[in-house]
T-cell receptor
């Protein structure tokens, strides 16, 4: 069965600290896709990244970076030099190749960045 | 260009009433999805449309929930005989085609009193 686990319910940091949000997934499919979405207080889910299971290269986009490790079924997200505007709930999600219509979300991690 | 839009942004209704929630996808997107997000949870899949047809409705909780997309663009999620447990944020997403990245709207917060 497919499942996404975000064990960290809430994280608080002070501005400029680095922070890593953990995501562990379960799937029996060999081809799948992993996502991160940001949900600010306004409520709209904002797409951040999509990775397919064949691409284990780490990705960096500005202050954001992602570490994909198939050996541990993890897809962790790091924010470097956090800012107050990074405060939001972050969701990790999975879709499987045989059923790409459906995103399976974790329960989210609430990040609070204090000035 | 314009993103996914949803109306109304908030809907308060009484138990037993009928409600309709509307989603306007990104122009040109053929795939449309509905999700439901309860407080403190991640979104849960309800239904997926490819064009006008519901290709996967496995997430609809029961037969009180129904959705249509008659012209392959705007979609309406319909809930009959609402119950307090239906209270949640209903999110709509669209993608260019099946399997492409899904882009979400701002959601409709439904409160059933």
């Amino acid at each position: 069965a497919q499942k996404v686990t975000q064990a960290q319910t809430e994280i608080s940091v002070v501005e400029k600290e680095d922070v890593t949000l953990d995501c562990v997934y379960e799937t029996r499919d060999t081809t799948y896709y992993l996502f991160w979405y940001k949900q600010p207080p306004s409520g709209e889910l904002v797409f951040l990244i999509r990775r397919n299971s064949f691409d284990e290269q780490n990705e960096i986009s500005g202050r954001y970076s992602w570490n994909f490790q198939k050996s541990t079924s993890s897809f962790n997200f790091t924010i470097t030099a956090s800012q107050v505007v990074d405060s939001a709930v972050y969701f990790c999600a999975l879709s499987e190749a045989y059923n790409t219509d459906k995103l399976i979300f974790g329960t989210g991690t609430r990040l609070q960045v204090f000035p | 260009g314009a993103g996914v839009s949803q109306t109304p942004s908030n809907k308060v209704t009484e138990k037993g009433k009928y409600v309709e929630l509307r989603c306007d996808p990104i122009s040109g997107h053929t795939a449309l999805y509905w999700y439901r997000q309860s407080l403190g949870q991640g979104p849960e899949f309800l239904i997926y449309f490819q064009g006008t047809g519901a290709a996967d409705d496995s997430g609809l909780p029961n037969d009180r929930f129904f959705a249509v997309r008659p012209e392959g663009s705007v979609s309406t999620l319909k809930i009959q005989r609402t119950e307090r447990g239906d209270s949640a944020v209903y999110l709509c997403a669209s993608s260019f085609d099946r399997g492409d990245t899904q882009y979400f709207g701002p959601g409709t917060r439904l409160t059933v009193l």
